[in-house]
């Protein structure tokens, strides 16, 4: 059997939203049962099929890179996490529902992966207000994922996923909410899941179809942290 092409998708976040919990029910199609703080990096693969159901349908392996800390952390830290930022074909950006911090960092957590040297202040994260220029050139695909949904009252949830629904605008990318403990939120056929698979998709698109299959300009052009990728798969 040859070798599948592959893609690397970063899934960022603080600390705590269910980043671990998210990426093995992405990969495993199961419940995590004891999740754990990740330390450095662990990385799981999906297998996606590319345009499923067309002539063009091929499979890929899809990386994802469960990426740990936390955005505020010492700029030494920042610079551990760097390496982990080379040769990005997708990101994931992850936040709890019911945590409103978390889902400002999200600014913070892609500017960092995007090698952006300004500094985002308290306004640019305020009520959803920040500098949109930031990422007007950004040309890698993004998918925002809230968390924790089933931790929100009914009575409140409409108010909760309207108050967070600018994220998804923000970034120019897809939204999905749901519950990392409940699978039939990624159940086939579902909304969710289209949205994944459109997600996937474009990753490999832009990764493989675009300018006869060079790497996105703009991103791993810069080369910030020198050559090649690491080659083992978790870090402890």
Known sequence: MAALDRVKVLVLGDSGVGKSSLVHLLCQNQVLGNPSWTVGCSVDVRIHDYKEGT????????????????????????????????????????????????????????????????????????????DREQFADNQIPLLVIGTKLDQIPEAKRNEVLTRTAFLAEDFNAEEINLDCTNPRYLAAGSSNAVKLSRFFDKVIEKRYFLRDGNQIPGFSDRKRFGGGTLKNLHYD
């Open 55 to 130: 002539p063009e349908e091929k499979t890929y392996y899809t990386e994802l890179w469960d990426v740990g800390g936390s955005v505020g952390s010492a700029s030494s830290m920042k610079s551990t996490r760097a390496v982990f930022y080379n040769s990005v074909n997708g990101i994931i950006l992850v936040h709890d529902l019911t945590n409103k911090k978390s889902s400002q960092n999200l600014y913070r957590w892609s500017l960092e992966a995007l090698n952006r040297d300004v500094v985002p202040t308290g306004v640019l994260v305020t009520n959803g207000d920040y």
